[in-house]
């Protein structure tokens, strides 16, 4: 097991990647926890990992830009929390978006995971609108006037989506260990006015994958909170298995991202002195 | 279904259909077009959603292929106007062989 915390996004992505290439490219049990997770990204980080991954997105379009990655967990130019009926305007874009999305060998995405689960009795199950209406009742104050809101109400079973967390995999529809979903289920900690964030991965892929994952959750994270009219506080995310893919991508090459990375990141002074 | 389909009917038709999926007015899209070239980059979850209002403004069913829904093919109003216009195409020759 590894644990890094770092405030920002890139920084935590660039040192969990640093920490699995010192590694041997692999790592069981690799937390991941983001602090700030809306502060602005690092651009010699992204643009570097955009740039690789562009070099490397071959005919089978396996390798996606970051933002493609993070568009298949929240597809954030769908929310604008200032328009009007902002949930209903996502849900109904997404929809639309959908109907070109079942032309895909593979349509299926985490977001439609998190807003149409493929419930037990065939009816899609809107996972996101039922968090955040339980969380704006479980803010009430409570009857007779007694507590708050419950913290840890939203970290209930795994057994079905009707409970406090955000489940992607599917039991008897997922069978394929190697194929989607990756990402297995995310809870919600309510902490006085911030609600904390933690995903489950059964298995990341760090370069193609992980970066994009972030942004994604960062945004699912920021849709509740903001619904909510709470503040998005800590985001963590655990890969019980997390992979560097020096066997898709050479650990060579990975390597060499590394050090691009690290160079990106060293200040000018330092370069020059 | 329209009757003139010509390359301006069809970025219309994508322009009106980003305003609507933006909430924004069509003076705003137009303003940042002109600040762009004359093109604007979109978010390719934006072009999908565009994707599907052209096709049932169009009229002429399932145009665009799985093999068309590439990210970076969906990230500009000239993109999607070049991925329509050569479906557009496509179409109307088969449609004369069929005929």
Not at chain 1, 13 to 39: F, M, S, Y
Not at chain 1, 200 to 215: D, E, K, M, P, T
Not at chain 2, 86 to 92: K, S
Request: hydrophobic share 40%; aromatic share 6%; net charge negative.
């Amino acid at each position: 097991m590894h644990a890094i915390t770092n405030e920002n996004l890139s920084l935590a992505w660039n040192e969990a990647l640093q920490h699995l290439i010192e590694n041997d490219g692999k790592c069981v049990h690799l937390a991941v926890a983001i602090t700030r997770p809306l502060d602005p990204e690092v651009d010699a980080v992204r643009n570097t990992l955009d740039q690789f991954i562009a070099e490397r997105r071959g005919a089978d379009g396996k390798q996606w830009p970051i933002s493609t990655v993070a568009n298949t967990m929240f597809p954030g130019a769908f929310y604008r929390p200032s328009r009007e009926s902002p949930r209903e305007r996502l849900y109904e874009l997404h929809a639309k978006a959908q109907r070109m999305q079942q032309r895909m060998a593979d349509p299926e995405s985490y977001f439609n995971r998190l807003v149409a689960y493929p419930g037990a009795d065939g009816k899609p199950f809107n996972q996101l609108e039922y968090i955040v209406q339980r969380l704006i009742k479980q803010r009430q104050p409570r009857k007779g006037g007694r507590g708050g809101p419950l913290s840890s109400a939203y970290e209930l079973g795994l057994s079905v989506p009707e409970g406090g967390d955000l489940r992607v995999q599917a039991p008897g529809q997922d069978r394929n260990i190697m194929s989607f979903p990756c990402l297995s289920q995310i809870s919600f900690t309510l902490e006085g006015e911030k609600l904390n964030l933690a995903a489950l991965y059964r298995n990341q892929y760090f370069i193609s994958r992980a970066y994009g994952n972030y942004v994604g959750l960062a945004r699912i994270g920021n849709f509740i909170a903001s619904e909510v009219g709470v503040q998005l506080g800590e985001i963590l995310c655990l890969a019980t298995h997390a992979d560097a893919e020096f066997s898709g991508l050479t650990k060579g090459r990975v390597e060499q991202l590394a050090h691009s990375l690290r160079a990106a990141l060293t200040p000018v002074e330092e370069v020059s002195a | 279904m329209v009757t003139e389909l010509n390359k301006p009917a069809v970025r219309e038709m994508i322009i009106e259909s980003l305003c609507d999926v933006r909430d924004a007015d069509r003076a705003d899209i137009d303003t940042e077009i002109a600040a762009h070239e004359n093109d604007l980059r979109i978010d390719s979850k934006e072009g999908e959603a565009i994707c599907i209002d052209v096709e049932d403004a169009l009229g002429l069913g399932e145009l665009l292929e799985a093999s068309d829904l590439k990210p970076e093919e969906l990230t500009s109003i000239s993109s999607l106007t070049r991925l329509f216009m050569g479906r557009i195409a496509e179409q109307a020759v088969t449609g004369k062989d069929a005929a």
